[in-house]
Every structure is written in C-alpha cells, then in structure tokens.
C-alpha cells in the first residue's frame, strides 16, 4: 500500500505552477522546483514522475485553477456581463503582473506545443475550452438581444478568443494599462447590437 503524502499538494502544485509560468519548461531546473516547492528531488520523482511529468501536473493545475475557475466565476452572470467579466479579470491580472509572466497556457502554446504533441493537445483542449465559453455567451446573448445577430455566435468566440491570445501576449511586452482596455472596449463593442 503507498504511503500517504506528507506534504500539501496543492501548495506544492502552486510552487510549480509559479516556477514554471516564470521560467517556462526548459530553464526551469529540478533545482528551481525544489526551491520553489520546499521538496527534494526524490519527493518531487515519487510524487509526480520527471520534470515533464510535473510540469504536465503544474500546466493542469494552472488551468483549472485560473481558466476554469474564471469560467464558472463568469458564466453565471448573464452573458454581456459574463464576457465583460472575463475580460477585466484578465486585464486586472495582466496589469498587476510585475514579471509579465503573460499566461501560463499561451507560454506553453510557443514553447512545448511545437515539439509535444501532448502539450499541444493539453493546450488545444483549453482553448476550445475558452471559445465554447464565448460561444454559449455569445449564444444566449443573441437569444435575449443584448449580443448582435449580424456575425454567427461562433465568429464572435473565434474573434473574442483570438483578441484574448493577443492581450495576453501584449501584456508581456506593453503592459500598458491603455492599449490593453482599448484592444478589449473595442472587441467588446463588436458585440453591440
């Protein structure tokens, strides 16, 4: 029978999660998650496998904890206030980002996907994830006439998740607090009726 772990997985997933989100996949060292994390080296292979093993986990993590956490903050609201929602958690985050760390998923995007059809596919899954969010928003925002017919709910996700992709890669580079809410006020506007 396997010992129970003597540790807090989630704060150590957390520390990973932080490692890796700052320093992406390859520069980040077992040495750097050990210090982050507060584990040895052994602890870290016995509990989660190698380095990819453990960042696959971190890369998990980070998207339940930050993209589908914000899903269901937002998806409860109704869907103008759900989209506007999204994005000013997203521009909150981005702006209060002093190592422009970006997004951990679009990081991973330019990094691991090219070359890690399992990342890739990790990756694809949470983007998909997004755009069915705009597109049951966009959705029932056409049903009750606060969200425009004239382009089909599906452009709408496709352009809201493509303006998305873009701020959080600005804010990496141009964090600033102007260019991000212009990009965003004008992307939501496309949604006026």
């Known amino acids: 029978?396997?010992?129970?772990?003597?540790?807090?997985?989630?704060?150590?997933?957390?520390?990973?999660?932080?490692?890796?989100?700052?320093?992406?996949?390859?520069?980040?060292?077992?040495?750097?998650?050990?210090?982050?994390?507060?584990?040895?080296?052994?602890?870290?292979?016995?509990?989660?496998?190698?380095?990819?093993?453990?960042?696959?986990?971190?890369?998990?993590?980070?998207?339940?904890?930050?993209?589908?956490?914000?899903?269901?903050?937002?998806?409860?609201?109704?869907?103008?206030?759900?989209?506007?929602?999204?994005?000013?958690?997203?521009?909150?985050?981005?702006?209060?980002?002093?190592?422009?760390?970006?997004c951990m998923v679009v990081n991973s995007a330019l990094e691991m996907a090219p070359r890690d059809p399992e990342v890739r596919q990790v990756i694809a899954a949470a983007l998909v994830r997004i755009e069915a969010f705009f597109r049951s928003c966009a959705e029932r925002g056409q049903q009750d006439g606060t969200i425009t017919r004239a382009m089909s709910a599906t452009a709408l996700a496709q352009h809201l998740l493509g303006v998305l992709m873009g701020v959080r890669v600005l804010a990496r580079v141009r964090p600033e607090k102007a260019l991000l809410q212009g990009i965003v006020t004008t992307a939501l506007a496309t949604l006026d009726v």
Request: net charge neutral.
């Open 1 to 102: 029978m396997a010992r129970p772990r003597e540790f807090d997985e989630g704060a150590v997933l957390d520390a990973a999660v932080q490692c890796f989100w700052a320093h992406g996949f390859e520069t980040t060292s077992v040495r750097d998650l050990m210090a982050q994390t507060g584990l040895t080296a052994a602890s870290l292979y016995n509990a989660y496998g190698d380095k990819r093993a453990i960042y696959r986990t971190a890369l998990d993590r980070y998207i339940e904890t930050s993209i589908g956490a914000r899903i269901a903050r937002c998806a409860a609201l109704p869907p103008r206030e759900a989209l506007g929602g999204f994005f000013d958690e997203i521009l909150r985050r981005s702006l209060s980002d002093r190592e422009h760390k970006g």
